[in-house]
């Protein structure tokens, strides 16, 4: 089964001037590049034409909720069963056609091997069979880049802290192509944190938003401890580990603790992920001397994330960025904004570009 989930609008108006049909490299002034995702569970298209996007469609796979994790065969064949149907409400939705386009854009990595393949041989044949340019993009780096999309834009440098299922980096934004990852989660990612946590509480999977409704309703009374790293490096394996035996514990004194404490075992372990976060974030932006802070990524979808940064915003003298909700999840429309930045540079690719994996780690363990 799958879910359409997003779907930007349609109203761009029509100023070409009738049914004149413009053929590859013939289209006038406006550059319009379709972009694919399929790095992990979500299938994704989006059209953006000179900087703008007309749409991003979205097509979560409800599926591995059954399983507790993606499973990576199933999500290829999902990707399979949803690419055309995807693309094709993609180009309605912009309302351009295929002879309107002129290059096609997709993820190579990092992603789950399976997933990728089918995004990347659906953009290839189409760039192929349309006779356009080709263009691979890096899904981090277009996570830092769905920043564009929308206004407010942050001003280089700026630091970003890409925070997904896969990854957790502090990036130092130098221009719309020179990135440079100054700190990462040497273990679990944050995203992962969350739904490793919420799978130990019987949580279904994607455990992040979920616990992110409960903790709401809660409070951080019980602690869990902060690792102590170098650097701007993270990680969040002791946390789950910790969780763990806190829980054990708990149960031998009252069998349903967790029933009986949700809302503030999912608070507190909210204000744990978000604290190992803000720290090093905060660590990073005084080293660098850097105010202009950016967050994306799922996790970035977080309210006591975004409620925490904000107030170090105020507190710190920092200008904060996250991308709209539909642009914090994977999503093609960054994938389409990296591929814009990418076209104007020249930077195509071959048809020979392989996927490149890791990244996606909510697979099923
Ligand atoms: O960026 P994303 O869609 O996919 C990857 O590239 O991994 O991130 C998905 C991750 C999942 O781990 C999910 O639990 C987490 O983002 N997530 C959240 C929230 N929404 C999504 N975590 C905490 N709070 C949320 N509101
Ligand atoms: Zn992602």
């Known amino acids: 089964m799958i879910r359409i989930i997003q ?16 053929f590859c490299g013939m289209s006038p002034s406006r550059k319009c590049i379709l972009a694919i995702e399929s790095s992990c569970d979500d299938t994704s298209a989006a059209v953006i034409c000179d900087g703008v996007i007309l749409s991003n469609v979205i097509a979560a796979q409800l599926i591995h909720a059954d399983y507790g994790g993606i499973v990576p ?22 309302n ?6 002129d290059a096609v854009a997709c993820t190579a990595g990092p992603g789950l091997l399976g997933s990728l ?39 280089f440098p700026f630091l970003n802290l890409t925070v997904s299922g896969g990854h957790t980096q502090i990036v130092l934004v130098k221009s719309y192509s020179e990135m440079e990852v100054i700190g990462q989660t040497r273990d679990d990612a944050a995203g992962e944190a969350f739904d490793k946590s919420g799978k130990i509480l019987g949580l279904k999977y994607p455990a992040g938003p979920l616990i992110d409704k409960l903790a709401r309703e809660g409070n951080p009374v019980y602690t869990f401890p902060i690792p102590q790293i170098a650097g701007y490096d993270f990680s969040f394996s002791g946390l789950k580990t910790a969780i763990m035996y806190f829980i054990r ?12 404490h949700l809302h503030d075992i999912c608070a507190s372990i909210q204000n744990t992920i978000v604290e190992i976060l803000a720290r090093k974030l905060l660590a990073a932006s005084q080293a660098y001397n850097i105010r202009e802070i950016g967050i994306a990524g799922g996790v970035a979808a977080n309210s006591g994330l975004r409620k925490r940064l904000k107030e170090m915003a105020n507190e710190n003298d920092w200008k904060i960025y996250f991308p709209a909700m539909q642009y ?6 960054m994938i389409a904004m990296a591929a814009y930045f990418q076209y104007k540079d020249g930077e195509f690719s071959s048809l020979d570009t392989a996927p490149y994996v890791g990244g996606c780690k909510r697979h099923r363990a």
């Open 96 to 101: 351009v056609n295929l002879s309107e386009l």
């Open 328 to 333: 914090c999840t994977d999503n093609a429309g």
């Open 73 to 94: 065969e199933v999500a290829s064949r999902m990707h399979q069963e949803n690419i055309t149907l995807v693309v094709d409400s993609a180009l309605q939705k912009a």
């Open 7 to 22: 779907g930007l609008g349609s109203a761009r108006p029509d100023n070409r001037g009738g049914n004149m049909v413009y």
């Open 117 to 155: 393949t089918v995004g990347l041989n659906f953009a290839k044949a189409m760039a192929l069979g349309l006779g356009l340019p080709f263009i691979s993009v890096n899904h981090m780096r277009a996570h830092v880049l769905s920043h564009f999309i929308d206004e407010p834009k942050p001003e």
């Open 249 to 260: 514990d708990q149960k031998k004194v009252d069998p349903l603790f967790v029933d009986n």
